[in-house]
């Protein structure tokens, strides 16, 4: 690496621990693990170049396909919602870019990301391989269905916006598992969360928040994608 390249590097670095003091810590979200994990991804390297300059900023920024990488808040919020304590097995619906997925890997001991877009997946993966991150392993298909050849899982966390809850996802949470996801139309949706008792699901709704739909058997279909 040149001193031009480990100039940006440390310039990424000093950015991404001002994302961490104030728009994670300076919401409220205090988990030491949470913001180690959130220090040392480097999410820079997971935005297209046109954006690398974005990457730390307060918002979502495009990916791509139509998708999006979440609101560092967001990413945070959602992952503490998962009370990961690293021995479990996650699954994350909506691979994306690979950031949050990433983030997971730090936290918890083997994660599955399942991504539609065949392109975002590779991508994805190639790039989690690069950061040294062996215990992600990155699918290709509709993550609406979940992936139960690797259930049960203690964690669940859906990226996109489901029309309700599908019920394949309940399905393959562990006893005592979260699922955490956003159900609604375009324009804005509910955080919720459910946790398996038995056959039963405790479930909270939490804040309002906005993301592209979650597409598939149990999504939003093409034609169908509305406000709430």
Known sequence: ????????????????????????????????????????????RFVPPEYQHMAYSD????????????QPYIVALMTSLLLLEGEENVLEVGTGSGYQAA????L????????????????????????????????TGDGSLGLP???????????AAAPETPAPLLEQLAEGGRLVLPVGGRGWQMLERYTRRGDAYDK??????????????????ENRWQAS
């Open 103 to 106: 983030v997971l890997a730090h």
């Open 149 to 159: 050849a690797y259930a049960p899982y203690q964690g669940i966390l859906v990226t």
């Open 59 to 70: 918002g979502p920024l495009p990916i791509g396909q139509g998708q999006t990488i979440s």
């Open 204 to 221: 909270e709704t939490l804040i309002s928040v906005a993301f592209v739909p979650l597409r598939g058997e149990h999504g939003w279909k």
């Open 1 to 44: 690496m040149d001193d031009e390249a480990r100039g940006a590097e440390q310039r990424f670095a000093e950015q991404r621990f001002r994302m961490v003091k104030n728009q994670i810590e300076g919401r409220g979200l205090y988990a030491p693990r949470l913001l180690d994990a959130l220090r040392h991804v480097p999410r820079h």
């Open 108 to 139: 918890a001991r083997e994660v599955h990301t399942i991504e539609r877009h065949e392109a975002l997946a590779q991508c994805a993966e190639r790039l989690l391989a690069e950061l040294g991150l062996p215990n992600v392993c990155v699918h």
